[in-house]
T-cell receptor
């Protein structure tokens, strides 16, 4: 089945630093990837849709200059949290669709727990 | 605005019994509905998808129903096992690629 790898699984950083999270589709090429954020006991909230070779589409209320998304290849999308602050601490999860499979199914990475001190 | 409601309280079920989880939604006419499983500190794992023109779908011990009139889906796990303990997320999708998630229901299968 389709596998999505996310790295790192956990990161702790100081306030003001930038953190990069990678999302890779291991056995398929993903033209579209999604980035979510999940706070404790809350639902996954879509932050942005990442399209290979073009600019990401951000959801309302998500700052594109704060959360930089790059989808430079068909197997890799990165999310960079710039100048992170404690309120950015959350669980970040990426997903991808397999264009060769069922389009409506998203395959998720294991998530990245970000803690900003 | 679109709203998905799942029972926020944890559901405790005795091993071997059938667990039934509910997903209700408002202000939305989804083309399909999905159920995912999420373990603590992990990303969701896809379980089942049911489309608006389908009433019921089964996969091994799992069964999903979809009532577009009631705007409700029921998710059943038969012959439940402790390993089924997790949070189960309901998600709705439409014409675009985006899906909207509910908060999930924590299920505890008691041995």
């Amino acid at each position: 089945g389709a596998v999505v790898s996310q790295h790192p699984s956990r990161v702790i950083c100081k306030s003001g630093t930038s953190v990069k999270i990678e999302c890779r589709s291991l056995d398929f090429q993903a033209t579209t990837m999604f980035w979510y954020r999940q706070f404790p006991k809350q639902s996954l909230m879509l932050m942005a849709t990442s399209n290979e070779g073009s600019k990401a589409t951000y959801e309302q209320g998500v700052e594109k200059d704060k959360f930089l998304i790059n989808h430079a290849s068909l197997t890799l999308s990165t999310l960079t949290v710039t100048s992170a602050h404690p309120e950015d601490s959350s669980f970040y999860i990426c997903s991808a669709q397999d264009p060769q499979g069922a389009r409506d199914i998203q395959y998720f990475g294991a998530g990245t727990r970000l803690s900003v001190l | 605005s679109q709203k998905i409601e799942q029972n926020s309280e944890a559901l405790n079920i005795q091993e071997g019994k059938t667990a039934t989880l509910t997903c209700n939604y408002t202000n939305y006419s989804p083309a399909y509905l999905q159920w995912y499983r999420q373990d603590p500190g992990r990303g969701p794992v896809f379980l089942l998808l049911i489309r608006e023109n389908e009433k019921e779908k089964r996969k091994e011990r799992l069964k999903v129903t979809f009532d577009t009139t009631l705007k409700q889906s029921l998710f059943h796990i038969t012959a439940s096992q402790p390993a089924d303990s997790a949070t189960y997320l309901c998600a709705l999708g439409g014409g675009d690629d985006k899906i909207i998630f509910g908060k999930g229901t924590r299920l505890h299968i008691l041995p």
